[in-house]
């Protein structure tokens, strides 16, 4: 019921402004620069493809403003490059003589304003906000004409990130208008100090004030400033000491309330009381990204920012608002907001709700000429400039991955000395623009390295099988003058150490996630948190976009299924996100025989300032092959923790069952008065075991699940898992025989495991086939093509009819739910080949069970054989064999004997 009312508020908030009666983001753009008297002009206009200079007399169309053209929110196709604006305005007469300025939150790219048919002004930049005085163009008592000119060409220097998934075209952000003093402010900058319980902050006029005035500072907890302004002045300064000062941390985000009025002007906005440092961990040299002076351990995702029907621009300020909601409920603390300096609404609510923010500089996919690095320099700026009191933005990210800096010499790519040296400009200049903030030079990835940087960041796709290597190589090298990860003539300072990008996504040969992701997920973290010297991750994505479809969430935002829940009650992703972990290494998954003993190690990691006594219980069950729960045994522990900790455990001696089973082992960690902290787990797989139940008169027989006696699927019929599972798509059978004898039955069940089986991307004739260049949105839009794929279980399911015959005879009929793919695929994980490849890997299905009618199986006694046919009506038929789904079984009948 949840999920449906999550789906129908999602389909409301993406409806709702586009009734004609709804003007769509009707609140005021920006909270942190805010005036009372300001008109929104978001909403219908007249548009035009018309790449002439000359203001059209016709509009073909009715465009939704402000969502990029091309984009199902605007109501107009993708069909030109350069289009023009036009709608009518009053001004508002209580505005009286003030002056009145046209603000446009974004427009990409190069901005053509005209008011009443006069030329008023031009910009060029696609992601921040510019402004014009439109006073002088106003007509007195008379409706107001405003046209705009929008020319989005492409420009290879332009920031034009990965708008392939979705472009920004014309104006994409809010365009409103507001009335401004003669003398007013532009901007101001707030600098906290919370060492000395001061802040600073410094307003910037919108030129040279015309006479001597003063400049005013209220704050909502009462306090107030004065500073003089001189003529001639184009910026004032007012510092306070703050009475009781009011720290703004995750947990307690509490943001000041200021107005600032110089003369008949006067802004509203905000601050955040805090602090971003690098610090030590307690007893330690190991550097930390620190908020209010404590170490933190970031997680964070990277958020591309992007709405299918919106592209760049988000449909409500309720969806913003839940974007931030959707990073926090499952435990992470902060997102990258990667390659596209974002809307300064969703900062408002990462500042409100409490979340930090990484924010990037897009990048250009051209050579970095002198045309690019005035672009990049102009947009960091600006961006700076825009969102410089944002208490949620903890760093700046500069590059990305070296996307834009390489030159072309003799047909190769060179990332030259010459670029380095001016990305380490870039990195001094936004040093210098902003001392309050850590900046990074490049997010690291593909042999390329860092210059001048506050952050030491790296990326990773890989499997999950190699993290602790990776993991162990990296923290070896991690040490004041170490050149790893650095460009030649660059070292290594006293850096925190983040990866700052994995997942699946890219992690497998050819992959772009689209497959179960808490798997390698939970292995990294495991590995992660063994490793100290990390000061965090960030996990690719937020969100699925387009063609990467490894995020928390789908596109939609709808909810994806991880399976914790099932393995351990109650357990979701924020255990994997918490202060306390108890961590079994990389490996989640053992085998072994019968009898064996598997040591399984053991780490606790307290990422708190705090110090104390817990208690780990530790219990292990399992499910036999013919189905049989048991519960093996369980234990408590007493801990003792310190703070930012990390220690060995003793290993875990764990003596396998003599029954073949998959069991799992879980972990649940308390504190002293019983509250649960953390839970965790691992699975144990007894592959040779007793394959008698408890029950003496039970007799169970299996067939392999690839030895089926016959087959019929018209569609297609083929075996994943490497063989150890059978699929069939649309209507079509398997039948399996049964070996039968005796005269001493009194009952015949049937037990297999089996989904749904829906035709996928991969399972078409043109398997395979993703052309197109993923970076800019130009690959597959099917989450199923790829190779490695198999989609996660979300929302969405794919449902088939199951009928079940024995010798002819009519045994059940049942609907099987899905096709899942989750972290309960134990086996389907297990089994992968280590080879940078995956076969349907964490598939699963659901463990059918019925009696089979005296009828069926005493006709079977007289040949000896008992024929069970799995039939599909509709959806496909998908059965699994035990080295694949979550059953350690194949085909099965279970014979009680008198």
Known sequence: MKKLLLLLFLGANSLAFSQKTTQPLPEHPRPDLLRTQWLNLNGSWDFAFDSTFVIPTKFAHKIQVPFPWGSKLSGVKDEADVAWYHRTFQVPAAWGSKRVFLNIGASDWHTLVYVNGKFVGEHKGGYTPFDFDVTS???AGQTQRVDIRVDDKRRMFTLYGKQGYGNARGLWQTVYLDARGADYIDHFAVYPNIDKGTVLIKAYLGGEASKDSQ???????GQSAIALVKKGSTIAELSLQLKKAHLWSLEDPYLYDLTLALGSDEVHGYFGFRKISVTPLPGSKIPYIALNNK??????????????????????DAFMKDEIIRSKRIGLNGIRTHIKVDIPRKLYWADKLGLLIMSDLPNAWGEPDADMQRESEYTLREMLKRDFNHPAIFSWITFNETWGLFT??????????????WVASVYRLAKSLDPTRLVEDNSVCCGRGHTETDIQSWHAYQA???WDKLMDDQ??????????NFEKGYVQGSQPMINSEFGNVWGYQGSTGDVDYTFDYHKAMNSFRNHPKMAGWLYTEHHDVINEWNGYYKFDRTEKQTGLDAIVPGMS???????FYVSTGQEITWAGKAGQTVKIPLHLSSMTDLSGDLRLKISFAGVTAWGEKQNHWTKELPLHFAPWDVKALDSLAVVLPKDKSVNTLSFVLTNASGKVLHRNFAHIIVEEGNLKPSNPKMEFVTVPVERFSASLFPDKQWSGVLGHKVNGAGAGYFEYEFPISGSDISEVRFMVEASSKPILGKDRSDAGKMDGDYMLGKGTFDPGVNPNAYPQT??????ANLRVSANGINVLETVLADDPSDHQGILSWHYQARNNKLDEAGTYGYLVQGLIPPAAWQVALKTGKLVLRFESKRGGLALYGDQSGRYVTDPSILILRK
Request: glycine fraction near 6%; charged fraction near 20%.
């Open 295 to 316: 170490p933190i351990y970031v997680q964070l995702a990277l958020d591309q920012s992007y709405h299918p029907d919106g592209f760049y621009t988000f449909p409500t």
């Open 408 to 421: 072309h010499v003799d047909k190769k790519s060179i990332y030259t000395p010459e670029t380095q040296k």
């Open 464 to 466: 999950g099988y190699e």
């Open 215 to 221: 400049l005013s500072l209220k704050l909502s907890n």
């Open 475 to 484: 923290s070896k090298n991690l040490f004041p003058g170490s050149q790893w």
């Open 573 to 579: 992703l924020k255990d994997l996100h918490g202060p």
């Open 137 to 139: 163009f106003i007509k």
């Open 794 to 799: 979300d929302v969405y399911a794919s449902p």
